[in-house]
């Protein structure tokens, strides 16, 4: 039996052993194996492995649910992938980093509506990484005040200047600015 570590959704190991996801829960503190339960919460097989999660040391309880499909899984393990990839490159396309994970991984049960899922997951991982979007003119101008220097810089010099008034913002030098305000 060939067990396989992946990632859930959330960022945290399971193991896929026979089409079955297992679960952390603890690591024995006596003998050092690994103990994990079944993902379904209504099953209560559970499996121990050794500590370097490379083989299988006893297995014990019975799936009260049917096996998951291959394409389920390969979907998952596809769109951990592809989301660890995008939250990595973001500057990537996710159209191309799909493409090479398919082509290193050769899932056989993928089809379109998978891969639309996996882009939407990869731009919503993406979307997490910036602020949101803002409403009004104040709330842009009080983000842009919040992020200060370290955001808007070009050739290590600041461009977004924001007046003591709040009224605008201003996209420019401070060798403009001072040409502006020393000018009649």
Not at 8 to 13: P, V
Not at 137 to 152: F, P, R
Request: net charge positive; proline share 3%.
């Amino acid at each position: 039996m060939e067990i396989q570590i992946i990632m859930s959704e959330k960022g945290k190991e399971l193991v896929l052993l026979n089409n079955f996801k297992y679960c952390f829960v603890r690591k024995r503190s006596k003998d050092g194996y690994i103990k994990w339960i079944c993902t379904n919460k209504n099953c209560t097989a559970n499996i121990l492995t050794t500590a370097d999660k490379k083989s299988l040391h006893q297995s014990s309880g019975e799936h009260k649910h049917l096996v998951n499909s291959q394409q389920k899984i390969e979907r998952q393990i596809l769109r951990e992938n592809c989301k660890r990839k995008a939250d990595d490159n973001i500057s990537t396309r996710p159209l191309k980093i799909i493409r090479n994970e398919l082509i290193k991984n050769k899932p056989t049960d993928i089809i379109y509506s998978d891969i639309q899922s996996v882009r939407k997951a990869m731009y919503d991982k993406r979307r997490k990484m910036y602020p949101v979007f803002p409403i009004s003119l104040n709330e842009a101008i009080s983000q842009l005040k919040l992020v200060e220097n370290n955001c808007c810089l070009f050739n290590g010099d600041q461009f977004v200047f924001v007046p003591e008034n709040d009224e605008f913002v201003c996209i420019t030098t401070k060798e403009n600015l001072k040409f502006m305000t020393t000018q009649n």
